[in-house]
């Protein structure tokens, strides 16, 4: 079983350069996340998704974009890169939101210069 | 004060202790979640209880709802177990909301 998948696993960027982080998920999950990590804090929510065609805001949506066309498919879209986006970017999926266990990809480092 | 709180943030222990990790929290839930992160590593869910206690071989989680307290114990430590430890809370209410804490990082010496 594949779980959650992510690429890429590192990436480096300029400032300005856009690029999309892919995830897809083979367990027929409604439920999709990304979360970005940074040292000394708890992951927080940019995007979530309850479904195919629905999409919604996290807590630090500034500068990202998200669509959901397939259940399996959850990209998170840069659109011009900042230094304050260098993180390490989680995508999850669940059956629910909240009161499912999650899974998580392996992360994507990501380095804006 | 944040959300979700974690004591210690880093702790140390000899291969063979008793460890245990603690999560306080200030909201009402639904869920605490307890996850595992290897260094340089992906999140895994070890688990996810509500009331009461749960247990997956040699790690034991807890939970007391009346004083928003969790612990997660690791019996017989081993050096492999060394990683951060993340609790989270799923946030009472219709949006099911998950809210982290900032981790424990454990150290397991042989």
């Known amino acids: 079983n594949a779980g959650v998948t992510q690429t890429p696993k590192f990436q480096v960027l300029k400032t300005g350069q856009s690029m999309t982080l892919q995830c897809a998920q083979d367990?027929?999950?409604?439920?999709m996340s990304w979360y970005r990590q940074d040292p000394g804090m708890g992951l927080r929510l940019i995007h979530y998704s309850v479904g195919a065609g629905i999409t919604d805001q996290g807590e630090v949506p500034n500068g990202y974009n998200v669509s959901r066309s397939t259940t399996e498919d959850f990209p998170l879209r840069l659109l011009s890169a900042a230094p304050s986006q260098t993180s390490v970017y989680f995508c999850?999926?669940?059956?629910?939101?909240?009161?499912?266990?999650?899974?998580f990809g392996d992360g994507t480092r990501l380095s804006i210069l | 004060k944040n959300e979700v709180e974690q004591s210690p943030q880093n702790l140390t222990a000899q291969e063979g202790e008793f460890i245990t990790i603690n999560c306080s929290y200030s909201?009402?839930?639904?869920?605490l979640h307890w996850l595992q992160q290897h260094p340089g590593g992906g999140i895994v869910s070890l688990f996810m209880?509500?009331?009461g206690k749960k247990k997956h071989g040699r790690l034991i989680a807890t939970i007391n709802i009346q004083e928003k307290h969790s612990s997660l114990h690791i019996t017989a430590s081993h050096p492999r177990d060394s990683a951060v430890y993340i609790c989270?809370?799923?946030?009472?209410?219709?949006?099911?909301?998950?809210?982290f804490g900032t981790g424990t990082l454990l150290a397991v010496q042989p």
């Open positions: 367990m027929n999950h409604e439920y």
């Open positions: 909201v009402g839930i639904s869920a």
């Open positions: 999850a999926s669940s059956y629910d939101r909240g009161n499912q266990p999650q899974h």
């Open positions: 989270a809370v799923t946030y009472g209410g219709a949006t099911n909301k998950l809210i």
């Open positions: 209880l509500s009331s």
